[in-house]
């Protein structure tokens, strides 16, 4: 029976409930880290090691990086990847510029028609345009085969958009109207004291755009010829649909290929890691900035 008045939340956790809650985290911590281990060790292997354990090895005995040497000395997943990266830097920065100037400007109350504004953003959440209207638009601004096709149909994000309006909306007012009495105007206001004070949710809307950029696919395969795909176009072609990668390439060099396998798990981490790289800088800021972003306002 308990004796304490404060809250069950509160309370110390029992050895058992701390046993419990360490065996979670271990049980967790497998299931998300064994496939990854299992791709990476698999991309080191040689075709012995994979055939004898079935196609995944967890401990190559002979690690090699040979399926990473042919997979970039083709140029094909070299073009990919620094598209992809073009692409992901460009496009995050265009879209972060644009969305938090508006959100910036909905912000405002007193902004005529700022109302009537943020409901036709917020009908793009509802409502999408469909395939064929979006290919015709792309088609009609002439951004065929361009990367601009990309980023342009992209460039906004309706729930990005909210999320930093409602925290622009949080911030004190008085702040802001002190800065205009003393003579500053609203661009460096806000560059001066809205976004030092937004850094954690600008950081996380940030990643929402460079996640999506990087994994940008379905706009990519309507309007992009193969010359220049992105990343996981290629992935897609050569672990999904299982296409040849570098047989050609060593046996033009008088090599034997590395196992298929390990090419095609080489090219699954090429296009995991530049991300997994960027998002421990941005992970302190992750949990504060989506629920501050979400609940102010």
Avoid: C, H
């Amino acid at each position: 029976m308990r004796t304490s008045s404060r809250p069950v939340w509160m309370e110390p956790p029992t050895r058992l409930g701390l046993a419990a809650k360490v065996m979670t985290l271990v049980i967790i911590s497998f299931v998300v880290l064994y496939p990854f281990a299992a791709v990476v060790m698999t991309s080191l292997s040689t075709q012995d090691e994979i055939t004898r354990n079935g196609g995944l090895v967890l401990f190559p005995v002979e690690p090699t990086l040979e399926a990473y040497r042919v997979i970039f000395s083709g140029g094909t997943v070299t073009r990919a990847l620094l598209v992809s990266v073009a692409v992901t830097v460009a496009g995050t920065l265009a879209s972060l510029s644009v969305t938090v100037a508006m959100a910036f400007a909905l912000a405002r109350r007193e902004l005529t028609g700022g109302r009537a504004i943020l409901m036709v953003a917020l009908f793009t959440m509802l409502f999408s345009p469909g395939i064929i209207p979006n290919y015709l638009l792309v088609k009609e601004l002439g951004l065929l085969n361009s990367f601009g096709s990309l980023i342009l149909p992209a460039l906004v994000s309706a729930f990005n958009l909210v999320v930093l309006r409602s925290f622009f909306m949080g911030l004190p007012q008085e702040l802001l109207e002190s800065a205009r009495m003393d003579g500053a105007g609203d661009l460096r206001i806000l560059l001066r004291i809205v976004l030092p004070l937004s850094k954690a949710v600008v950081a996380v809307v940030s990643l929402f755009y460079a996640v999506a950029y990087w994994n940008a696919f379905f706009n990519a395969l309507l309007y992009l010829e193969s010359d220049k795909w992105p990343l996981p176009l290629i992935l897609r072609l050569y672990v999904l649909q299982g296409q040849p990668l570098g047989a050609d390439i060593a046996a033009a060099a008088g090599e034997v290929p590395p196992p298929a396998q390990a090419l095609q798990m080489a090219v699954v981490v090429v296009a995991l890691v530049p991300i997994l790289l960027v998002y421990p800088f941005l992970q302190r800021y992750f949990t504060k900035g989506v629920l501050t972003g979400a609940v102010k306002g």
